[in-house]
């Protein structure tokens, strides 16, 4: 197969180059500052147009006719001219339903779609698409979501006219899982799919999610980042850090034990940490009521120890980083690690909990 991609520079269209590229998928690549003659060249043997060049932010309203109009009338009439039923897919905006000049550019670019398919039933497939956000995406021309995370990651001013204004956001991995779903199906006719999902949120409360995630180092604090709307914004951030923000650094807690350091906090699952223990030290020695952990010693040999805080019930494991075993704790029943190697121990652990000093659910006790 071989596609067309107009507008081939443009946020959504990188985004749709690289997945069609992981596909296998030949493509032709058609950009704002190609000719008119490029465009008609690049049609031959193509087997499906995405159309998705335009213009939303120009210095001159007049360019959102040149632009938006003039360049889909342009390629209807190639296509007329190739005598070829091709599929076209355009990247509309929901703004066609109002009376703006960018709406009404869009609606009358829809409409010499519509005409296509009426002279050559070549499949017409119309997308409204609400403010997409994603990587790659350009502060301060494709949405106020690329704006803000521009903006917060290089530590730039905000403006917010209205935090209560809401905004209708589609993710651009969403936007195209659904080209690519026409790409495949290509049914028939003028077709009007939809993005889901459309999340829809104030504007007040989309800021204050960014700066959660810019904040979240300092505190060592993460969001739900795994799932849904966060997942996706996220994500997003992190497009637009700089190489100098890949890492950043932690507090390391040392004594004659060895190290502790805390890496990760959540909001309801927990928290990860690792620490190290020098030959023959032993850490913890203390139970909880309700806390629990899991330990993975990654490095070095271990040996738990256990004891139960009411009946004396003594259990030992051992344990060493060539054969990776969860240890975990368990409430009412005091525990200990030692190394028990030649060499420094590493452990990773994960506590179901963040820890809390004032309530901190850990009570000294010996296990032998």
Known sequence: MRVLVTGANGFIGQNLLVHLHELGIETVRYTRDMAMTDLAKGLVGIDFVFHLAGINRPKDVAEFTEGNTKLTLQLCDLIRESGRKIPVLYSSSIQAEANNPYGISKLAAEEALQALENDTHSPVYLYRLPNVFGKWSRPNYNSAVATFCHNIANDLPIQINDPM????????????????????????????????????????????????????????????????????????????????????????????????????????????????????????????????????????????????????????????????????????????????????????????????????????????
């Open 165 to 368: 204004a809401l905004v209708q956001l589609v993710y651009v991995d969403d936007v195209i899982k659904d080209f690519l779903r026409l790409l495949k199906q290509q049914p028939q006719g003028v077709n009007r799919p939809e993005v889901s999902p459309v999340y829809t949120i104030a504007v007040g409360e989309l800021v204050e999610k960014i700066n959660s995630f810019k904040a979240g180092r300092e505190s060592m604090t993460t969001d739900s980042v795994g799932i849904g709307f966060t997942r996706a914004l996220y994500s997003t951030y992190l497009s637009f850090l700089p190489p100098k923000q890949f890492a950043y650094s932690l507090p390391v807690h040392v004594d004659q034990r060895g190290r502790f350091v805390e890496m990760l906090k959540t909001k309801d699952s927990g928290q990860f940490s690792f620490f190290t223990a020098h030959p023959g030290i032993t850490r913890g020695g203390h139970y909880h009521h309700t806390k629990n952990e899991k330990f993975l010693v990654i490095q070095g040999k271990a040996r738990f120890g256990f004891r139960h805080i009411i009946t004396d019930e003594n259990y030992e494991l051992l344990t060493n980083g060539e054969k990776p075993e969860v240890v975990e704790t368990v409430p009412g029943w005091s525990h200990d690690i030692t190394n028990i190697g030649d060499n420094e121990m590493i452990v990773l652990l994960w506590a179901n909990e963040v820890f809390d000093r004032n309530l901190p659910d850990t009570f000294s006790h010996k296990v032998r």
